[in-house]
């Protein structure tokens, strides 16, 4: 079994969108965080959401996270070309303190 | 703002040859963290540390790795024998407190390819 599963693996919209992402994961978590990863880049940080919180924002980004389903959903509003990259979820694992525990991703493309 | 920064970019060395990867965490972060990704595939923790040593480490994380903090600033990622297997991207991050409450970032990430 994989912790963090995102779905859909790939997604393309139009500009103005909006795009949602989902992750599923299998552990019991203390929290949970959503990176973004431009082609052959770095991981970016954008929101990290705990496990005592159901919902977060930041900006155009609302993360929610259902602990009694483990899943999380990372919903992107009036998306942009420069939204385009891959998005991770990634959990930080009860046990195992230190680590985080990265999905597949999902390949977002957002078409002008 | 400040960010973990990594150098190489990219290293390209021959198999059984020994690398060594840089970092330089954020100056007031206290943990630090390696992790990889193959090409395609997701990313993997391979190693914690600190109070200079290391907390947790993961089975791909095997004697032929090593970290360091040889000073003040920097951490380092050592592969003593590269094999085809290591090649891929590797990552360093860094936070203030441990990872099971705080943000991890990430700098931009060194390319190894082992031929």
């Known amino acids: 079994s994989q912790q963090g599963e995102e779905d859909p693996q790939a997604l393309s919209i139009q500009e103005g969108e909006n795009a949602t992402m989902n992750c599923s994961y299998k552990?019991?978590?203390?929290?949970l965080q959503w990176y973004r990863q431009n082609s052959g880049r770095g991981l970016v940080h954008l929101i990290l959401?705990?496990?005592?919180?159901r919902e977060k924002h930041s900006g155009r980004l609302r993360v929610t996270l259902d602990t009694s389903k483990k899943s999380s959903s990372l919903l992107i509003t009036a998306s942009r070309a420069a939204d385009t990259a891959s998005y991770f979820c990634?959990?930080?694992?009860?046990?195992?303190?230190?680590?985080?525990?990265f999905g597949q991703g999902t390949r977002l493309t957002i078409n002008p | 703002e400040p960010e973990v920064t990594q150098t190489p970019s990219h290293q390209v060395t021959q198999m059984g040859q020994e690398v060594i990867l840089r970092c330089v965490p954020i100056s007031n972060h206290l943990y630090f963290y390696w992790y990889r990704q193959i090409l395609g595939q997701k990313v993997e923790f391979l190693v914690s540390?600190?109070?200079?040593?290391?907390?947790?480490k993961s089975e791909i994380f095997d004697d032929q790795f090593s970290v360091e903090r040889p000073d003040g600033s920097n951490f380092t990622l050592k592969i003593r024998s590269t094999k085809l297997e290591d090649s891929a991207m590797y990552f360093c991050?860094?936070?203030?407190?441990?990872?099971?409450?705080?943000?991890?970032?990430f700098g931009p990430g060194t390319r190894l390819t082992v031929l």
């Open positions: 959401i705990r496990s005592n919180e």
């Open positions: 552990t019991s978590i203390n929290n």
């Open positions: 540390f600190y109070n200079n040593e290391i907390s947790e």
């Open positions: 990634a959990t930080a694992p009860i046990q195992g303190a230190q680590k985080l525990v």
């Open positions: 991050a860094s936070s203030v407190r441990g990872g099971q409450t705080d943000t991890q970032y």
